[in-house]
């Protein structure tokens, strides 16, 4: 059974670093064809897609925030990491990650239940 | 990136009912469309990918159809359970991009 859970800090002030935590079971990151997601999405809002990482280790990022972003693995590949400098109020939102289908890397057939984090002075 | 336009934005029906929601893409995704199904403590589910093939669980009543830059999902004879937010996405090329989501309620 894939299970994947997002942590976070829950709040953090404006320009602090925020650092996300995708903690997942049923499944290692080593395998062949395996990619991990980060997906965000504000209150009310639609869903954005901010990074990606996969089996082998590479690492894709959404152009828009890519200078902001840094993903990550542990060396057990049951954890993927997310760091995004620089947090403004625009970056409250729910955060999910999520799993790929198989050989369908950007459909995301898992995802955790998310953790909420809100940027606030 | 891709641009997805979602429609309808609101959507009432009853049990029982067909309903369909659009998606259109700004430029030729080929196939390869997914859409999910979003309620509250619940994971988002995603219900089909490349634009018409069922994921594993999910009911043939959902189905889903198009290519290239049109897609439609049908949601045949609507069950209690379907109320909730559906969004589409692409899945064609990085980074990945979703529509702005479709809130199918109870009339």
């Known amino acids: 059974q894939v299970t994947l859970k997002e942590s976070g800090p829950g709040m953090l002030q404006p320009s602090k670093t925020l650092s996300l935590t995708c903690s997942f079971s049923g499944f290692s990151l080593s395998t062949s064809g395996m990619v991990v997601s980060w997906i965000r999405q504000p209150s009310g809002k639609s869903l954005e897609w901010l990074a990606a990482i996969d089996w082998d280790g590479d690492k894709y990022y959404n152009p828009s925030l890519k200078s902001r972003l840094t993903v990550s693995k542990d060396t057990s590949n049951t954890q993927v990491f997310l760091k995004i400098t620089s947090v403004d109020i625009a970056d409250t939102a729910t955060y999910y990650c999520a799993r790929s289908r198989g050989n369908k890397p950007l459909a995301f057939a898992y995802w955790g239940q998310g953790t909420l984090v809100t940027v606030s002075s | 990136d891709v641009q997805m336009t979602q429609s309808p934005y609101n959507l009432a029906a009853s049990p029982g009912e067909s309903v369909s929601i659009n998606c259109k893409a700004s430029?030729?995704?080929?196939?390869?469309l997914a859409w999910y199904q979003q309620k509250p403590g619940k994971a988002n589910k995603l219900l089909i990918y490349d634009g018409s093939t069922l994921q594993s669980g999910i009911p043939s009543r959902f189905s889903g159809s198009g290519s290239g830059t049109d897609f439609t999902l049908t949601i045949r004879s609507l069950e209690p359970e379907d109320f909730g937010l559906y969004y589409c996405q692409q899945h064609n090329e990085y980074p990945p991009t979703f529509g702005a989501g479709t809130k199918l309620e109870l009339k």
């Open positions: 430029k030729s995704i080929s196939k390869y």
